[in-house]
């Protein structure tokens, strides 16, 4: 043979891997996945099929026999000498290229005298004077042609000897503090020999950046026509060679990302992450090693931050050198900057489209997949209604007191209480079995006690494994956590939290202290937002009762993005030491006169009696203008007429 490629010409899907060794399909046997792997030893083609066929039954099926994998040297002639030279430009070895294409090395003895190796020399890379006067961009290529193709064209290149897989560590020191740009050769062993490069200088550096060509090599992108000019636009991020052909594999997490590394068998998980409005990205970081199935304890990072960056890659560095930590550490903080910042796509939604309103699953309370909220003040049952509708979900129960609409099949409810422990909700839902004559009720119940933006995680899981399509939150504030009034970073991360779960809830809150501005209404407590962002409210009102074991309350709808408001809607619980029942009533508004809006009020005053314009002033307070507005309302609704004396009555029995 005159050089290992004229054997390769005779296998078939010839692949060249590290270390000058190709791999193909062995010709010995019925090979559908290459294991005969192919290799030089000075004058020797070495052959080695991983199936066991012997290297004679190889060179047989390929017509020759074990004397052709001898290289005939007389046939190749040198048509290349590369000079190795030292800092001062004295020469210490010469990488020799043959036609057909081989490499071989050699230096001079004291004689000067050509030895063909390079043993006790020391190894530098191409053009070491040039390089380390250089203050300009410095291309790193394989080999020595590729180099001298970039020299003509007037730019500063080097490369290491030996090609693919024979890169130095101790190399990177003649590239510190240098602008890098890697060049690889367009195949695995390139990319395999440049990464190696690459993760020798990082940190040493300058600036490291890469140029990807589809082109063989840069030789080739000149000889197509490529413009050196163009180059820096083509320059990349080094990240795109770290990863090139081995992509991150990244799936998005409820507060995060789950990013693993397939070749190193790396999981890094990021949760929590907040972007802050100085532009810090924060977040949870975790190490998990595959290989060895060892977890590192979870902490706090600051992917914004170059300093943080460097700690932990030096950190790491030292408990697990044989890892390239800067080059994961970076692309882990380039991702997460890009994915957080990235937001949602544009959707082009069209009214032609198949558009359904709103859903119910329970009519007119719960709109599907939105937050509802009701407040109201302490001892007005919020908790015992809560588990009512809890009852008409799961069942689900059709011919419910309380003539709500349940859903057609049973959803999956849990309550998640932030008050009380599970076997009080459990005694208080045993107590409505009894009363309402039902059988034994099952109750998914969670004992919280960190804000739910904290314990995302945990309930994610939870609520999947029981397949949860509804939550009840009792209470807002607790859940929330911080200070209510102030705190809008946390009310926005529980909305974004609950937003995150993909379930429908129904928000159990407080009243506010203070009415409005018209000093009727009062509203939940704490930031106004919390009425930005539920879509559904509603307001639980208790009557004044003498006796403690019947409690009349009443439901107004305050306000709703998607729906008209519903009427009032009124129930009575009767409590007893084993049992409790509820009806549905017809609301009194006059025990709730202060909680409905004006014409309820007026029409309420009218039922007894007709009145005057001042008598309406007095009892309503409010000022001329706004009673005749009122009035005028009702008139033109057909509500009320003024009588002969001035005073203004109801017509016939008709309300509003």
Known sequence: MKNIGQFLTLLQKVKRLLNNEYQALCPAHADKVPSLHITQDQNHILINCKAGCSPESIVAKLGLCMSDLFINEETSKIIAEYNYTDEEGKLLFQVVRYSPKSFKQRHKDNKGEWLWNVKGIRPV?????????????????????????????????????????????????????????????NDNAGYEYAKQVCYSLIGKVKELKCILLKEKDISDWLDQGGDITTL????????????????????????????????????????????HTDGRIIGNIQLIFEATNQEEPTFSFNFS???????????????????????????????????????????????????????????????????????????????????????????????????????????????????????????NLKKLQYGLDLPPLALYHRRCRTPLADDIEALQKFLAEIKAEVVIIDSLGRAVGGELLKDTENINRFFDSLD????????????????????????????????????????????????????????????????????????????????????????????FLAKVNRQFQLIELLKRTPLTIDEIMGALEIKQGNAYMTLKRLKDKGKIIKLEDGRWGLIGAKLL
């Open 125 to 185: 890379i191409y053009h070491l004077p040039e390089i380390l006067k250089a203050d300009e961009t410095i291309y790193f290529v394989e080999g020595e042609a590729d180099v001298d193709a970039l020299r003509k064209q007037k730019l500063c290149a080097t490369t290491s000897p030996g090609g693919a897989n024979k890169w130095k560590a101790e190399y990177a020191s003649y590239l510190a503090g240098k602008r890098v740009v890697i060049i690889p050769d």
């Open 232 to 275: 820096p636009s083509l320059e990349q991020d080094i990240s795109a060679l770290l990863y090139q052909g081995q992509p991150i594999e990244i799936t998005e997490t409820i507060t995060g990302f789950r990013f693993r590394w397939a070749k190193e068998k790396l999981i890094i998980n990021v949760s929590r992450i907040r972007s």
């Open 305 to 427: 931050s170059s300093q943080t960056r460097k700690q932990l890659t030096n950190s790491l560095n030292e408990k697990y050198p044989e890892w390239q930590w800067q080059g994961i550490i970076d692309e882990l903080c380039r991702q997460v900057r890009k994915l957080t910042l990235a937001g949602e796509p544009i959707q082009e939604l069209w009214t032609s489209a198949d558009v359904k309103p709103p859903e119910y699953l329970l009519d007119p309370i719960l709109i599907k997949d939105l937050p509802t909220i009701i407040f109201g003040e302490k001892g007005v049952t919020k908790s015992n209604l809560a588990l009512v509708f809890y009852i008409i979900l799961t069942l689900p129960w059709y011919d419910n007191p309380l003539e709500l609409g349940a859903p057609n099949r049973s959803i999956q409810t849990v309550i998640l209480d932030w008050e009380l422990p599970g076997n009080i909700a459990q005694w």
């Open 500 to 591: 995150k779960l993909k379930v429908t809830s129904l928000i159990l809150a407080q009243t506010s202290k203070e009415r409005d501005v018209k000093g009727k209404n009062k509203h939940i407590y704490g930031s106004t937002f919390f009425e930005y962002y539920a879509r559904n409210i509603f307001e639980l009102c208790k009557a004044e009762s003498m006796d403690e074991d019947e409690v009349s309350v009443a439901l107004f709808h305050r306000s709703s993005n998607l729906t008209k408001l519903q009427k009032p809607m009124g129930f009575h619980f009767n409590f007893n030491e084993s049992k409790t029942i509820i009806q549905r009533e017809v609301v009194s508004y006059t025990e």
